[in-house]
């Protein structure tokens, strides 16, 4: 019955920033991690960033030092702040919660180039 519910998604120039937001039904710490991945049209979903219940990271490559995750633990919400963003990060975003016994999604939010 967990629901993620991802928000902040638009449209965005090259260059420019957005912050995703994840907000989940239940304790954020009740998972193992929490975080966000991606997918353009054709291709595979991407890992973008987690964060675990220690506080630990983990970034896919093409991400470093531009996007940072983080969590608000009395919202139940995890953010991801992207900057410097390319033409080419265009793509449904979606959040992910997962501990042993669950592995959620929710339905994603769309970052477009305005250009």
């Known amino acids: 019955q967990v629901q993620l519910v991802e928000s902040g998604g638009g449209l965005v120039q090259p260059g420019g920033s957005l912050r995703l937001s994840c907000r989940v039904s239940?304790?954020?710490?009740?998972?193992?991690?929490v975080g966000w991945y991606r997918q353009a049209p054709g291709k595979e979903r991407d890992l973008v960033a987690t964060?675990?219940?220690?506080?630990?990271?983990d970034y896919g490559d093409s991400v470093k030092g531009r996007f940072t995750i983080y969590r608000d633990g009395a919202k139940n919400t995890v953010y991801l702040q992207m900057n410097s963003l390319k033409r080419e990060e265009t793509a449904v975003y979606y959040c992910?919660?997962?501990?042993?016994?669950?592995?959620?999604w929710g339905r994603g939010t769309q970052v477009s180039d305005s250009e």
């Open positions: 964060i675990n219940v220690g506080g630990r990271t």
């Open positions: 239940i304790n954020i710490f009740d998972f193992n991690a």
């Open positions: 992910n919660a997962r501990n042993v016994s669950r592995n959620t």
